[in-house]
């Protein structure tokens, strides 16, 4: 813990109910309150040492900063509105890591907003963020309302859309092709001699990624075996657990029996599979062949280990976070589009 002189400490006691001011903290870190602000708003415009001073001085007075007031006088509201599918899901959990550690050091708040993948509430969302006047927005996805993409071409702000791909973003893209991902898992599986792949889902009409994803299948089904029917497996229910993994396996088992490698659409689903057909005594990748997207940390501990598509989960956040702030600062002028690309982790399930 910091420890810095006390001399001008002032006194607290149960009587004292003036709240402390930007001029107390000022007072007691031997600086301007113009200083105390400063290094309120932007820790990067002040030194390490007046940064040191004045964040003992807020801990000492117990200091709590008018933000509102701040915002107000600045036409600066210190935040980024981050707009995900799911608070649930670890791939998300990473690039709001990402995007926060590459925020943080320029004194950016996130606000976390989650769609469960409904446009309406995505849309919802995005009126009620901008409505607090976020300095930029981060958004996974690149299909939105027609109202949603005109709120945020409207915002004046940088936007970073991610985790898909698209010639035509609404500001900045930084992410990858869903579609190309599976075409390549489909080229290594039947590299490996499988010829009856099934892909198994839930596609709800508000995940575009995963309806690439079956777009991407269904293309590379075509162009690498010919006459091959095209089978697709949906959950129809929109949960994504281990145990619709389960009805997924039984329902391509019953539906498709002549399947040789399963193709989930995430590993959550390739988990709950590869753990009941160990259970049932299903030989894989012998009787039936496993793979997953999303390369999950229990990906490589599954017996047999799964077979997967990787992603750069927490650098879609980090590079979406230097962006906004480079574009906010003004040292980046122009949209960027980053593709951070993919690859097939080849393991013991196919």
Same mark, same amino acid.
């Given at each position: 813990m910091r420890r810095? &002189?006390?001399?001008?400490? &002032?006194?607290? !006691?149960?009587?004292?109910?003036?709240?402390? !001011?930007?001029?107390?903290?000022?007072?007691l870190a031997g600086v301007s309150p113009q200083t105390v602000s400063r290094a309120v708003r932007n820790p990067l415009e002040v030194s390490e040492q007046t940064l040191e001073r004045v964040q003992w001085a807020i801990e000492t007075t117990g200091y709590v900063p008018n933000l509102a007031a701040s915002n107000l006088a600045s036409?600066?509201? +210190?935040?980024?509105?981050?707009?995900? &599918?799911?608070?649930?899901?670890?791939?998300?959990?990473?690039?709001?890591? +990402?995007?926060?550690?590459?925020?943080a050091p320029s004194g950016y708040q996130l606000f976390i907003g989650s769609t469960d993948y409904d446009p309406e509430h995505e849309e919802q969302l995005i009126r009620t963020f901008l409505g607090r006047r976020p300095e930029g927005v981060f958004i996974v996805g690149t299909q939105h309302t027609p109202a949603a993409s005109a709120l945020l071409k409207n915002?004046?702000?940088?936007?970073?859309?991610?985790?898909?791909?698209t010639p035509e973003p609404i500001d900045s893209l930084v992410g990858f092709s869903n579609t190309a991902a599976i075409a390549a898992v489909v080229e290594y599986v039947t590299g490996k001699g499988f010829r009856h792949p099934t892909f198994a889902g839930s596609f709800r009409s508000g995940d575009a990624r995963a309806g690439d994803r079956q777009a991407g299948f269904a293309d590379a089904v075509r162009r690498l075996l010919p006459g091959e029917p095209v089978r697709v497996v949906d959950s129809g229910t929109g949960v994504v657990d281990m145990a619709t993994g389960i009805q997924l396996l039984d329902r391509t088992l019953q539906d498709h029996p002549d399947t040789d490698v399963l193709m989930f659409a995430s590993d959550v689903f390739a988990a709950g599979a590869l753990l009941e057909c160990e259970r049932r005594g299903l030989d894989v990748p012998g009787r039936l062949a496993i793979t997953g997207f999303g390369d999950f940390e229990l990906a490589?501990?599954?017996? &047999?280990?799964?077979?997967?598509?990787a992603v750069p989960n927490q650098e879609i956040g980090t590079r979406a976070g230097a962006l906004l702030a480079d574009r906010i600062a003004g040292r980046t002028a122009e949209p960027q589009m980053i593709d951070l690309g993919f690859s097939v982790v080849a393991r013991a399930s196919a």
């Open positions: 810095l &002189p006390e001399d001008n400490v &002032p006194p607290r !006691t149960r009587r004292q109910t003036r709240s402390v !001011t930007l001029a107390d903290v000022a007072n036409n600066r509201s +210190g935040t980024i509105a981050a707009i995900i &599918p799911t608070i649930a899901a670890s791939i998300f959990a990473d690039a709001l890591h +990402g995007l926060d550690a590459a925020l915002a004046r702000i940088p936007v970073v859309e991610a985790w898909n791909w490589r501990y599954l017996v &047999p280990a799964l077979t997967t598509v």
